[in-house]
C-alpha cells in the first residue's frame, strides 16, 4: 500500500513539475517575443520580477521606500507620468499628490477666477523660424521636440523609433552631433541638423566645414543648429573610441573607420560672437535654411556680446534661433565634474537669455528654445512663461522609449537598446511599437500644457506669461515670476555700449514695469 501511495506521489509531483517547466517555457518564449515591454524581452527572468516589484511595490512602497521623489536625475513620480503619456494612458493619478507644494522652487500656476470656456479656446498657433530673413523659413507646430541626440550616441532602432513617431505626432528631431543617418530620415519628419565642433557630416577631408555637403544635406533638413556647447559638458569635446567608428558610422560623420575621432572642445573656426555671426549667414545663404545656436549659459557675457554683434551688423545677421541647454542636461557620456557643477540651470538662464533679446530688441527676432530636464507639461508650461517659444527634450523622449533610468549610457549595455550597439540589447527595442510611444508623449503633453494654459484662463499655451506662474520660496510665500524676473524695458540698442552688463536683480532698470499690457501679450 505504502508503495503504491508511492509511486503515485511520485507521478504526481513529476506531473506538476512538467507543468510548471512547460508555463515557465511558454512564459519564456512568450516575453521574448512579444513586443512591447523592451526589458522582458531583452531580460525574462529580471523582467518578471521586475513588473511584479513595480505592481505589487505600489502596495508596500510605504514599508520600504521613502517616497516617489527622491530618486535623481529623474524621480518615479516623474518617470511613471512620462511613461503614462507616452502610453497614452492619461494623466490621471488618484488620492493626491506626492509633490511637496510648498518646497522651496516648487512652480504653482496661477489659476483663473473664471477660465475660458471650452468652446472658445483655440489650438495653439504654429510658429515660424526665420520669417523674413531665410529663403525657407521653417514653420514649428509643436511645442515639445525632439533635443540632439547622435546616431552612436543612440542606436539605430531608437533613431527610427524617434524619427517615425516625431512624424506622427508633428513635431522636429535634432540629430544631434553625430551627421544626418539614413534612420534619421526614415520617417519623414522634419530634422534640424546639428553641427558639432568636429562638423560631422558636413566636413571635407580635413575636418573642415564642406559647403557642398552643406547643399547636400539642406534638402533633407528644416534647419542648421551651430553647437557651441550642451549643459552636460560645456567646453568639452570629445573622443569616439576607435571600437565605435564602424564603416557606417565612419560614412555618415566623414571620418576615417576603427580610428579613434577627436572632436575638439570648440569650433576652431568660431572665436567670437562675429565669427557666429559670419559662419550663420554663410550657411543660410547656401541653404536657405534657418540657422540657430545651441549653447549653455554660464553667466551673461555671452548673450551680451551676440546682441552687440547683431546691433553692429543688422538684423540680417542675427541667428533664427538659439538652444538654451540647463547645466542639469543629459548626455551620453561626460565627466562628473562638469555634468555636476557647470553651467547654470534653466530656471536661471532661460528668463536672463530671454531678458537680454527682450532688451537689445531682439526678441521677436531670435526664437528661444529650451531645454534641461523639460521632461513634464508642467516643466514645459513653466519654460514658455518664462520666455522660450519651443522646448526640446531628450531625456523625455528615452523614457517614452522605454529608458529605466539605468544610468549606463556611457557603457554601451544599455538593458532597453537606447544607447547601446550590442544587437542583443537593441533586439528588445521594437520600433513598430516605440515609435507609437514617442507620437504619444508629443501629443500628451501639447494637451496637458494646453490644459494648463486654459486653466490660467487662457485660450493657448503660446498666452503663457511670467505672471501666469508663481516660484515657491517657503512654507509660506511664492512669488510671481514676473516678480523675481521682471520683464526688462525694451532699451533701443542704441543705448547700449558693447561692455554693458544686463541689469542685475532688484536694479532700477530691472524693477521697470513693461510699457503696456499688449507688451506683456506678445512678446513675439
Ligand atoms: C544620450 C544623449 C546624447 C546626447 N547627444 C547630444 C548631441 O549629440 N548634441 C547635443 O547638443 N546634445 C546632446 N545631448 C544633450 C541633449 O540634447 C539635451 O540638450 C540635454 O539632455 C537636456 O535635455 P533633457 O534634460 O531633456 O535630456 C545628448 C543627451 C543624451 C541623453
Same mark, same amino acid.
Given at each position: 500500500?505504502?508503495?503504491?501511495?508511492?509511486?503515485?506521489?511520485?507521478?504526481?509531483?513529476?506531473?506538476?513539475?512538467?507543468?510548471?517547466?512547460?508555463?515557465?517555457?511558454?512564459?519564456?518564449?512568450?516575453?521574448?517575443?512579444?513586443?512591447?515591454?523592451?526589458?522582458?524581452?531583452?531580460?525574462?527572468?529580471?523582467?518578471?520580477?521586475?513588473?511584479?516589484?513595480?505592481?505589487?511595490?505600489?502596495?508596500?512602497?510605504?514599508?520600504?521606500?521613502?517616497?516617489?521623489?527622491?530618486?535623481?536625475?529623474?524621480?518615479?513620480?516623474?518617470?511613471?507620468?512620462?511613461?503614462?503619456?507616452?502610453?497614452?494612458?492619461?494623466?490621471?493619478?488618484?488620492?493626491?499628490?506626492?509633490?511637496?507644494?510648498?518646497?522651496?522652487?516648487?512652480?504653482?500656476?496661477?489659476?483663473?477666477?473664471?477660465?475660458?470656456?471650452?468652446?472658445?479656446?483655440?489650438?495653439?498657433?504654429?510658429?515660424?523660424?526665420?520669417?523674413?530673413?531665410?529663403?525657407?523659413?521653417?514653420?514649428?507646430?509643436?511645442?515639445?521636440?525632439?533635443?540632439?541626440?547622435?546616431?552612436?550616441?543612440?542606436?539605430?532602432?531608437?533613431?527610427?523609433?524617434?524619427?517615425?513617431?516625431?512624424?506622427?505626432?508633428?513635431?522636429?528631431?535634432?540629430?544631434?552631433?553625430?551627421?544626418?543617418?539614413?534612420?534619421?530620415?526614415?520617417?519623414?519628419?522634419?530634422?534640424?541638423?546639428?553641427?558639432?565642433?568636429?562638423?560631422?557630416?558636413?566636413?571635407?577631408?580635413?575636418?573642415?566645414?564642406?559647403?557642398?555637403?552643406?547643399?547636400?544635406?539642406?534638402?533633407?533638413?528644416?534647419?542648421?543648429?551651430?553647437?557651441?556647447?550642451?549643459?552636460?559638458?560645456?567646453?568639452?569635446?570629445?573622443?569616439?573610441?576607435?571600437?565605435?567608428?564602424?564603416?557606417?558610422?565612419?560614412?555618415?560623420?566623414?571620418?576615417?573607420?576603427?580610428?579613434?575621432?577627436?572632436?575638439?572642445?570648440?569650433?576652431?573656426?568660431?572665436?567670437? #560672437?562675429? =565669427?557666429? /555671426?559670419?559662419?550663420?549667414?554663410? !550657411?543660410?545663404? @547656401?541653404?536657405?535654411? *534657418?540657422?540657430? +545656436?545651441?549653447?549653455?549659459?554660464?553667466?551673461?557675457?555671452?548673450?551680451?556680446?551676440?546682441?552687440?554683434?547683431?546691433?553692429?551688423?543688422?538684423?540680417?545677421?542675427?541667428?533664427?534661433?538659439?538652444?538654451?541647454?540647463?547645466?542639469?542636461?543629459?548626455?551620453?557620456? #561626460?565627466? =562628473?565634474? /562638469?555634468?555636476?557643477?557647470?553651467? !547654470?540651470?534653466? @530656471?536661471?538662464?532661460? *528668463?536672463?537669455? +530671454?531678458?537680454?533679446?527682450?532688451?537689445?530688441?531682439?526678441?521677436?527676432?531670435?526664437?528661444?528654445?529650451?531645454?534641461?530636464?523639460?521632461?513634464?507639461?508642467?516643466?514645459?508650461?513653466?519654460?514658455?512663461?518664462?520666455?522660450?517659444?519651443?522646448?526640446?527634450?531628450?531625456?523625455?523622449?528615452?523614457?517614452?522609449?522605454?529608458?529605466?533610468?539605468?544610468?549606463?549610457?556611457?557603457?554601451?549595455?544599455?538593458?532597453?537598446?537606447?544607447?547601446?550597439?550590442?544587437?542583443?540589447?537593441?533586439?528588445?527595442?521594437?520600433?513598430?511599437?516605440?515609435?507609437?510611444?514617442?507620437?504619444?508623449?508629443?501629443?500628451?503633453?501639447?494637451?496637458?500644457?494646453?490644459?494648463?494654459?486654459?486653466?490660467?484662463?487662457?485660450?493657448?499655451?503660446?498666452?503663457?506669461?511670467?505672471?501666469?506662474?508663481?516660484?515657491?520660496?517657503?512654507?509660506?510665500?511664492?512669488?510671481?515670476?514676473?516678480?523675481?524676473?521682471?520683464?526688462?524695458?525694451?532699451?533701443?540698442?542704441?543705448?547700449?555700449?558693447?561692455?554693458?552688463?544686463?541689469?542685475?536683480?532688484?536694479?532700477?532698470?530691472?524693477?521697470?514695469?513693461?510699457?503696456?499690457?499688449?507688451?506683456?501679450?506678445?512678446?513675439?
Amino acid at each position: 500500500m505504502d508503495g503504491a501511495m508511492g509511486v503515485v506521489t511520485y507521478g504526481l509531483g513529476t506531473l506538476l513539475g512538467l507543468v510548471l517547466v512547460v508555463v515557465l517555457t511558454f512564459w519564456f518564449i512568450q516575453d521574448v517575443t512579444q513586443k512591447k515591454h523592451t526589458i522582458l524581452r531583452n531580460f525574462p527572468v529580471i523582467g518578471r520580477l521586475r513588473y511584479l516589484f513595480e505592481r505589487q511595490g505600489e502596495y508596500f512602497r510605504q514599508y520600504f521606500f521613502a517616497n516617489d521623489r527622491e530618486e535623481m536625475p529623474f524621480n518615479r513620480a516623474v518617470r511613471s507620468w512620462v511613461y503614462r503619456l507616452a502610453k497614452d494612458e492619461g494623466g490621471t493619478i488618484g488620492f493626491g499628490s506626492t509633490n511637496n507644494m510648498s518646497e522651496p522652487g516648487n512652480i504653482i500656476f496661477v489659476n483663473a477666477g473664471f477660465p475660458v470656456l471650452e468652446e472658445e479656446l483655440v489650438p495653439t498657433p504654429p510658429l515660424t523660424i526665420g520669417q523674413g530673413f531665410c529663403r525657407e523659413p521653417f514653420t514649428a507646430r509643436s511645442l515639445v521636440n525632439i533635443s540632439g541626440m547622435s546616431y552612436g550616441a543612440i542606436s539605430a532602432p531608437a533613431v527610427r523609433a524617434l524619427s517615425r513617431g516625431a512624424r506622427e505626432a508633428g513635431c522636429w528631431m535634432d540629430t544631434g552631433e553625430g551627421g544626418l543617418s539614413p534612420y534619421h530620415r526614415e520617417g519623414g519628419c522634419d530634422v534640424i541638423m546639428q553641427i558639432g565642433t568636429a562638423k560631422y557630416g558636413v566636413r571635407d577631408g580635413a575636418g573642415n566645414l564642406s559647403m557642398d555637403r552643406i547643399r547636400e544635406i539642406a534638402s533633407h533638413v528644416r534647419a542648421f543648429e551651430i553647437k557651441l556647447s550642451q549643459g552636460a559638458k560645456p567646453g568639452k569635446g570629445g573622443v569616439l573610441p576607435g571600437a565605435k567608428v564602424t564603416a557606417e558610422i565612419a560614412g555618415i560623420r566623414g571620418i576615417p573607420p576603427h580610428q579613434d575621432s577627436i572632436s575638439p572642445n570648440r569650433h576652431r573656426d568660431i572665436a567670437d #560672437a562675429d =565669427q557666429l /555671426l559670419d559662419q550663420i549667414a554663410r !550657411l543660410r545663404d @547656401a541653404t536657405g535654411k *534657418p540657422v540657430g +545656436v545651441k549653447t549653455a549659459i554660464g553667466g551673461w557675457e555671452f548673450v551680451q556680446e551676440l546682441c552687440d554683434a547683431v546691433h553692429r551688423r543688422g538684423l540680417a545677421m542675427a541667428p533664427d534661433f538659439l538652444v538654451i541647454d540647463g547645466g542639469e542636461g543629459g548626455t551620453g557620456a #561626460a565627466p =562628473q565634474a /562638469l555634468m555636476d557643477h557647470m553651467a !547654470l540651470p534653466i @530656471a536661471e538662464a532661460l *528668463p536672463r537669455v +530671454v531678458d537680454g533679446l527682450i532688451e537689445w530688441g531682439l526678441r521677436d527676432r531670435i526664437r528661444v528654445v529650451a531645454s534641461g530636464k523639460l521632461v513634464t507639461s508642467a516643466k514645459v508650461a513653466w519654460a514658455l512663461c518664462a520666455g522660450a517659444d519651443f522646448i526640446n527634450t531628450a531625456r523625455g523622449f528615452m523614457f517614452a522609449l522605454g529608458c529605466i533610468q539605468a544610468l549606463r549610457c556611457h557603457t554601451n549595455t544599455c538593458p532597453t537598446g537606447i544607447t547601446t550597439h550590442n544587437r542583443r540589447l537593441q533586439r528588445g527595442l521594437v520600433v513598430e511599437e516605440k515609435y507609437l510611444r514617442v507620437a504619444n508623449y508629443v501629443r500628451n503633453m501639447n494637451k496637458e500644457i494646453d490644459m494648463i494654459a486654459h486653466s490660467c484662463g487662457l485660450k493657448h499655451a503660446r498666452e503663457l506669461r511670467r505672471e501666469h506662474v508663481r516660484i515657491v520660496r517657503s512654507a509660506y510665500e511664492s512669488v510671481a515670476l514676473n516678480t523675481l524676473c521682471p520683464y526688462p524695458e525694451p532699451r533701443r540698442a542704441g543705448e547700449l555700449r558693447a561692455g554693458d552688463r544686463f541689469p542685475s536683480r532688484g536694479s532700477a532698470a530691472s524693477r521697470r514695469k513693461p510699457k503696456s499690457r499688449a507688451f506683456l501679450t506678445n512678446p513675439g
